[in-house]
Nanobody
Framework: QVQLVESGGGLVQAGGSLRLSCAASGRSFSRVAMGWFRQAPGKEREFVSTISGSGGTTSYADSVKGRFTISRNNAKNTVYLQMNSLKLEDTAVYFC?????????????????WGQGTQVTVSS
């Protein structure tokens, strides 16, 4: 099992930037893919981005491609989500998640452990 704690959320104006962090503890961090998901009020939790255990492979939802960047530091057991050019529709609770394999995945069902989430609010 992996314990995950997100941080870095907050209130930002449209066009601004935020950097989310997710600190992990538990089983070997470099052996598991990590993902970021988000959930807006009244909506399903949706995929945002994923990164392989080694960090060599990443994937993004079309809605964030070119604006968000996922990265990880396996020495610090931390995964990041750099969010630039934020839009009103990026407002949501952002969750990080750990898979049971090193392969990146876009489906929620591939992730075993979840953080508590961090709120991101984009204002006009």
């Amino acid at each position: 099992q992996v314990q995950l704690v997100e941080s870095g959320g907050g209130l930002v104006q449209a066009g601004g930037s935020l950097r989310l962090s997710c600190a992990a503890s538990g089983r070997s961090f470099s052996r598991v893919a990590m993902g970021w998901f988000r959930q807006a009020p009244g909506k399903e939790r949706e995929f945002v981005s994923t990164i392989s255990g080694s960090g060599g492979t990443t994937s993004y939802a079309d809605s964030v491609k070119g604006r968000f960047t996922i990265s990880r530091n396996n020495a610090k057991n931390t995964v990041y989500l750099q969010m630039n050019s934020l839009k009103l529709e990026d407002t949501a609770v952002y969750f990080c998640a750990a898979s049971s394999t090193p392969l990146p995945a876009t489906s929620k069902s591939r992730y075993d452990d979840w953080g508590q989430g961090t709120q991101v609010t984009v204002s006009s």
